[in-house]
Each structure stands twice: as C-alpha cells, then as structure tokens.
C-alpha cells in the first residue's frame, strides 16, 4: 500500500514536477503575457482588415471608374489623330490656331 502512495498521489495534491513547474510565478505570468498578446492581436487584425475594406472599396468607388475615363479619353485621342493623319490634315494638337 505504501507503494500505491507514491505512484498515485491523493486527489487534490499533485507533487508531480510538472504539476509545481505549471504553478510557478513566471509560468503564470507567461500564460497572461500570451492571452493578452492574443487578444490584442485579434484586436489588430479585426481593424486591419476594417481598414482594408474601406480603402478596397474606395478604390473600387473612385479610382477605378478614373481609370477607365482617363484610357477611353487616350483612345478617343489616339483615333483623332489617325483620322487626321488619313486625310493629310495636320492632328489637332499641331494645327496653327484659328485666326481671328
């Protein structure tokens, strides 16, 4: 029986050394340290991805119809001036201005 003891401790008393190592000061405070990283973490990841919604759809909103503005008026430009160059007239950008 005495044996028994040793091998199996009673319930509520754990002398294991990975029991009184789990239960030290630094231990402790390194679970803390780690929950609050953690927390704090998803907090910056929450916003992160906020603000990557916000700009992405501004983006989309503002940016993206510019673009398509700006390559159609390069296009429109571009015929102008292969029209120009067909029929021997000087493109609009080099013509002399009108008189007056």
């Known amino acids: 029986m005495a044996s028994q003891s040793r091998r199996f ?25 780690a929950s609050e990283a953690t927390t704090v973490a998803k907090k910056l ?9 916000i700009a992405g759809t501004t983006f989309l909103v503002l940016v993206v119809p510019l673009i398509i ?6 296009q429109m430009n571009e015929l102008e001036m292969q029209q120009a160059s067909l029929l021997g007239t000087p493109p609009p950008s080099l013509a002399p201005p009108p008189p007056k």
């Open 69 to 74: 503005e700006m390559d159609r008026e390069a």
């Open 45 to 53: 990841l929450r916003s992160t991805g906020k603000a990557a919604w």
């Open 9 to 33: 401790p009673a319930k509520g008393r754990d002398d294991s050394i990975l029991a009184k190592l789990s239960q030290s000061a630094v231990v402790v405070r390194g679970r803390e340290a």
